[in-house]
């Protein structure tokens, strides 16, 4: 990868992970950020994680979390009176369900600093957002986002997009997919998720989700759970298998993992379905520690071999 580094545009909230028995632990996630959390493991350059953030002292503590693994926050704004989002995880076994708390979120206000905005994406080897970065915007701040990432395009930027539909998150699904189709036009890389664009869109299959996305999208990654991910670059196109873990531990953050591998294995030339491989073994080790963050060393251990 070059000297350029890579941004991740979004909402990092406080995660509270449930345990066996009363107490409960405290950590920091998100979808675009647990993706950047694999990119700042697996690459070299620079780590900004775009976003708004208030000045509370949870949000210090996110934010000085974000400087002790390397990620910094460029000229993301810090709005007085305002405090991050709180999601809880309860588990069934591996599988996850989430409580939100969100609607006030500082990371709304993202897109307030245009200026702020567009210099935070200068100069990116790779900028990426998904559907939940559009979902917790209103209209405006949508369009002023789009304008940024399609100028960092322009200049350079490779940029990449993961619709990650959440039905919750939008008034109603007209709203999301011209959000998300607007998303998709200014994108070179799209990573959506089967069961996500079935509920959005009807697909009956992945090979529809690849060839719809296509048309905006040269290069499209269908990722299916525990089943292969249909990779499709131009008129190249291939199953990769996933990796199959006999005692998954917890589920969450499997696919922004997924995202990170790939992303990474593409900033360093791997072929797409070479990427593909490397981030479905990346995926698997997600889900064999609790919480939407691995370790470094594990990422780069599942990463490399």
């Not at 994406?121 to 949508?142: E, H």
């Not at 039905?167 to 999301?176: F, Q």
Request: negative net charge; aromatic residues 8%.
């Amino acid at each position: 990868m070059s000297a350029k580094g890579v941004a991740a545009i979004g909402e990092c909230m406080l995660e509270l992970s449930g345990q066996n028995g009363p107490d409960w632990r405290l950590g920091f996630a998100g979808d675009t950020f647990n993706t950047l959390w694999a990119l700042t493991a697996l690459t070299s350059g620079s780590a900004t994680y775009v976003s708004a953030f208030g000045d509370d002292p949870f949000s210090q503590r996110q934010i000085e979390f974000f400087s002790e693994n390397g990620i910094g926050i460029g000229a993301s704004p810090v709005i007085a009176g305002a405090r991050p989002g709180l999601y809880a995880i309860t588990l069934e076994g591996a599988e996850r369900s989430f409580t939100y708390w969100r609607s006030d979120s500082a990371a709304r206000q993202l897109a307030s600093d245009q200026s702020a905005l567009e210099k935070n994406l200068k100069n990116q080897s790779l900028v990426y957002f998904s559907g939940i970065t559009l979902a917790i915007l209103d209209p405006d701040a949508r369009k002023a986002l789009l304008k940024a990432i399609s100028s960092a395009r322009a200049a350079g930027s490779r940029i990449a997009f993961d619709p990650n539909y959440r039905p919750r998150l939008w008034p109603d699904r007209e709203t999301a997919q011209t959000a998300i189709a607007d998303a998709l036009a200014v994108s070179d890389i799209a990573l959506p998720t089967f069961p996500d664009e079935q509920m959005l869109h009807g697909d009956r299959t992945p090979d529809e989700t690849a060839g719809r996305i296509g048309h905006s999208v040269h290069e499209v990654v269908v990722k299916n759970g525990e089943l292969p991910a249909l990779v499709v670059a131009g008129t190249d196109r291939q199953e990769v298998a996933a990796v199959h873990v006999a005692k998954p531990v917890d589920t969450t953050g499997a696919g922004d993992s997924f995202n990170g591998g790939y992303l990474a294995a593409r900033l360093a030339g791997f072929a797409p379905a070479d990427a593909a491989r490397r981030a479905h073994r990346v995926a698997s080790t997600v889900v064999q520690v609790r919480g939407a963050l691995a370790p470094f060393e594990m990422l780069r251990k599942a990463f490399g071999e």
